[in-house]
């Protein structure tokens, strides 16, 4: 399947109740091709009213990462756990984000990246392991199935508690690192 098609699977979906207070599905942005996935928590207001993920405070923040380490947002991926906003930016519900995972398994089968970074203890439960405690974890890289996995702290915890972002900087610096050394290797 294509990602195009994906997508409007994804934008038609009822399998939970989430499509009826959110107004965009936030599917993902990015380069189809990228080495790099990035995956956050759940779109909040501004990504509901876009479409594209992280474009609001915590996602300017990230931004300013990407660059600092010299990686371009048009040449990674950059997609969520759930695809819809739950109201008032609530955590995701465990039935919500089990109905939504399919399509983000679908998309990193296509988009089939070396690296996925989860931005966040949410992503990093779901995708890493249940026992991934982001405070002890972050930075740390993962091998499974060919693909590295890692995650850093969520642009919004930098928000709430800047004394991370020492840490998150050196993880994005690993990251940008590693990414092309397996580039040297693919
Ligand atoms: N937080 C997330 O986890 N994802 C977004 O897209 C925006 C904020």
Same mark, same amino acid.
């Given at each position: 399947m294509e990602l195009s098609e994906l997508q409007k699977k994804c934008e038609e979906? #009822?399998?939970?109740?989430?499509w009826r207070t #959110?107004?965009?599905?936030?599917f993902g942005t990015g380069d *189809?091709?990228?080495d790099i996935m990035f995956i956050g928590e759940a779109p909040g207001e501004k990504e509901d009213l876009?479409?594209? *993920?992280?474009?609001g405070r915590a996602g300017q923040l990230f931004d300013r990462y990407l660059e600092a380490v010299g990686l371009d947002r048009g040449k990674v991926y950059i997609a969520n756990t759930i695809k819809c906003r739950p109201p008032k930016n609530r955590d995701p519900d465990p039935e919500e984000q089990a109905a939504c995972l399919g399509f983000l398994r679908e998309q990193t089968r296509i988009i089939d990246p070396k690296m996925i970074v989860c931005l966040g203890r949410i992503a990093a439960y779901r995708i890493i392991s249940p026992d991934f405690k982001i405070s002890r974890d972050h930075g740390v890289f993962y091998e499974r199935k060919g693909k590295i996995l890692t995650a850093v702290y969520h642009p919004s915890a930098l928000l709430r508690d800047p004394r991370k972002k020492d840490d998150m900087l050196a993880d994005m610096m690993n990251i940008k690192k590693k990414a092309d050394e397996l580039k040297g290797i693919s």
């Open positions: 979906c #009822r399998a939970c109740e989430l #959110r107004t965009n599905v936030v *189809p091709d990228a876009s479409g594209i *993920p992280f474009v």
